[in-house]
T-cell receptor, first 111, second 115 residues
Framework: AQSVTQLDSHVSVSEGTPVLLRCNYS??????LFWYVQHPNKGLQLLLK??????LVKGINGFEAEFKKSETSFHLTKPSAHMSDAAEYFC?????????FGDGTTLTVKP | DTAVSQTPKYLVTQMGNDKSIKCEQN?????MYWYKQDSKKFLKIMFS???????INETVPNRFSPKSPDKAHLNLHINSLELGDSAVYFC??????????????FGSGTQLSVL
């Protein structure tokens, strides 16, 4: 069975400072991992995905995530936060055609 | 053109009523889904259809009945609405090539409020 845990329900950063959103997963096989972003009153949009190629994955809007099998983690980072990054972020593990969503992390960006 | 479109965007109704939410995708995808997002933003899959056939049915009350007239449409009908059904419902689709790394394309959501 697969599961995903987002370790922080809320993260608050100042504009221009780094962002770290943490995600741990468990999976029986070699999973695919995703990060989605949901802006207020919008649907979800794919940020990036990991599919057993390079362990450091680059996504849209300057976001990156690193797959660490030994730590079963897939943390999302961005060097410098922008006000437009304020949103809900979901880590997702996909295995055998089924996607399981984390509970989400709300990112707040202060001016 | 919107890739995954769902209607209506907002739905306000009384307890006990029956309502439907429609979803259409113009991406040529084989698989469509319904997700429920509660007030705490938790997202849970409800149903998944592949080429009009039900493949995932999570523990959803049988008051919820998905219908897929063709692979581009997946509608959600809800009977006897209850207060706890209030949520945002998202439709999504994926290509379903059999790979595990398939991206989900989401609609913009339907906010259902049951009074």
């Amino acid at each position: 069975a697969q599961s995903v845990t987002q370790l922080d329900s809320h993260v608050s950063v100042s504009e221009g400072t780094p962002v770290l959103l943490r995600c741990n997963y468990s999976s029986s096989y070699s999973p695919s991992l995703f990060w989605y972003v949901q802006h207020p009153n919008k649907g979800l949009q794919l940020l990036l995905k990991y599919t057993s190629a390079a362990t450091l994955v680059k996504g849209i809007n300057g976001f990156e995530a690193e797959f660490k099998k030994s730590e079963t983690s897939f943390h999302l980072t961005k060097p410098s936060a922008h006000m437009s990054d304020a949103a809900e972020y979901f880590c997702v593990v996909s295995e055998a055609g089924k996607s399981t969503f984390g509970d989400g992390t709300t990112l707040t960006v202060k001016p | 053109d919107t890739a995954v479109s769902q209607t209506p965007k907002y739905l306000v109704t009384q307890m006990g009523n029956d309502k439907s939410i429609k979803c259409e995708q113009n991406l040529g995808h084989d698989t469509m889904y319904w997700y429920k997002q509660d007030s705490k933003k938790f997202l849970k899959i409800m149903f998944s259809y592949n080429n009009k056939e039900l493949i995932i049915n999570e523990t959803v009350p049988n008051r919820f009945s998905p219908k897929s007239p063709d692979k581009a449409h997946l509608n959600l009908h809800i009977n006897s609405l209850e207060l706890g059904d209030s949520a945002v419902y998202f439709c999504a689709s994926s290509q379903n090539t059999g790979a595990f790394d398939e991206k989900l394309f989401f609609g913009s959501g339907t906010q259902l409020s049951v009074l």
